[in-house]
């Protein structure tokens, strides 16, 4: 006897959303590239409703605004580099409320017929707003304009959701990512890259054959600082060494902690004479900066520097390393110095501070004898 029971007939819209979540999950567990998984995401919602113009808007959680990750349409150009406030717009009204917006003719509604007025360039017919969450956490939004109006059904809307759902797990997984590599190639205790990170960057600018030079900064009696306050003290002062690293150098050159308190400098394009700059200047505000003042401390700090620059201190990465160690040891015999390689010493600090009359040795500045007390 045949079975003659009645099985559901998949309609075509909905076998066409089928075909949407396959292909996004695919690339969701085929890359971990957050601009390829939401371009890929957008490029399906696209497809499905139509819109004249949409875009993907991203919460940036330190200035409380948003801005463009992904832009289509008229005028997409122009949005790069725009910021919209929290609670501004309409998709500063989705990020900050968390509720989607769906406005299929804004002609019939008085408050987006009123927005729609005041900003004619937009053109706007149709408003469609969903928010990227995750948990209770808005991540984004999704804005389409001007879309198929007769695809704005609840059931249109829900699987708008759904594709923000999958938007957001790509946003979590990429920024998990993010997180994992920044911890491989990140010191714990400054922030900043360790030797294995330092060896990479090493690698890669040999092959590339251009210019660079490599600092190496011992600190002066560092070992004085955990003997009178603590290896607490002494990591705190570290990461604050290591900050001002950052700040002296700047975004386009890198910072290491090599080890113990040994810290590398990387200056990309930089020639032996403006390395020689670069690397006065960082000893001079490591000299002249104060640390741990939040811990009711003033301590002073100094370093002794070594300076080598690729290719004519040393061409193979082992080399360049060998050449700015021996300059830093140099250093190390009068200590508050600089030597560069093929220079020798080249800056030197005097060894006694003069303080009310009497004299302190650099050492005894270090270890916080003078520090001052907070208020």
């Not at 695919?26 to 004249?52: C, V, Y």
């Not at 580099?81 to 989705?94: C, D, Q």
């Not at 008085?110 to 990227?132: E, G, Q, Y």
């Not at 002249?288 to 009711?296: D, M, P, Q």
Request: hydrophobic share 45%; net charge negative.
């Amino acid at each position: 006897m045949k079975d003659r029971r009645q099985f559901p007939v998949i309609e075509s819209r909905q076998m066409d959303h089928l075909r949407v979540f396959h292909d996004v999950a695919r690339a969701l567990t085929s890359s971990l590239e957050l601009e390829e998984i939401l371009g890929a995401i957008m490029d399906k919602m696209a497809q499905f409703f139509g819109p004249e113009k949409w875009s993907m808007l991203m919460v940036d959680e330190k200035s409380s605004e948003l801005y463009y990750a992904i832009a289509v349409g008229e005028n997409a150009e122009s949005l790069k580099g725009l910021r919209v406030p929290l609670g501004e717009g309409v998709a500063g009204w989705v990020a900050s409320t968390g509720n989607p917006l769906v406005v299929p003719d804004v002609a019939l509604d008085p408050h987006w017929s009123a927005f729609a007025n005041k900003h004619p360039d937009l053109m706007i017919k149709s408003i469609a707003c969903v928010p990227v969450r995750s948990g209770n956490k808005t991540l984004g939004v999704i804005q389409l304009l001007n879309s198929k109006l007769d695809l704005m059904s609840e059931y249109s809307i829900s699987f708008l959701r759904i594709l923000c759902d999958y938007a957001a797990i790509a946003i979590q997984n990429a920024r998990s990512m993010t997180l994992i590599q920044e911890l491989t190639i990140t010191d714990d205790v400054t922030g900043l890259f360790n030797p294995r990170h330092l060896y990479t960057m090493l690698e890669e600018h040999v092959a590339s054959g251009r210019v660079f030079s490599l600092m190496f900064v011992d600190l002066d009696h560092f070992k004085s600082v955990n003997d009178t306050h603590g290896h607490l003290i002494g990591s705190r002062l570290l990461a604050e060494i290591g900050n001002l690293m950052k700040r002296s150098l700047g975004p386009h050159n890198s910072a290491f902690r090599y080890g113990g308190d040994e810290f590398v400098a990387l200056l990309p394009g930089m020639g032996k004479s403006a390395a020689s700059g670069t690397t006065m200047a960082l000893r001079e505000d490591l000299r002249t900066a104060r640390f741990l003042e939040g811990a009711g401390l003033a301590l002073s700090a100094s370093g002794s520097f070594g300076l080598a620059t690729f290719p004519e201190d040393g061409d193979t990465v082992q080399a360049i390393l060998r050449a700015a160690d021996t300059m830093m040891y140099e250093a190390k015999v009068t200590r508050d110095s600089v030597a560069v390689a093929g220079k020798g010493l080249v800056g030197a600090a005097a060894k006694i501070a003069i303080d009310s009359g009497s004299r302190r040795s650099v050492s005894e500045i270090l270890v916080g004898r003078d520090a001052v007390p907070r208020g």
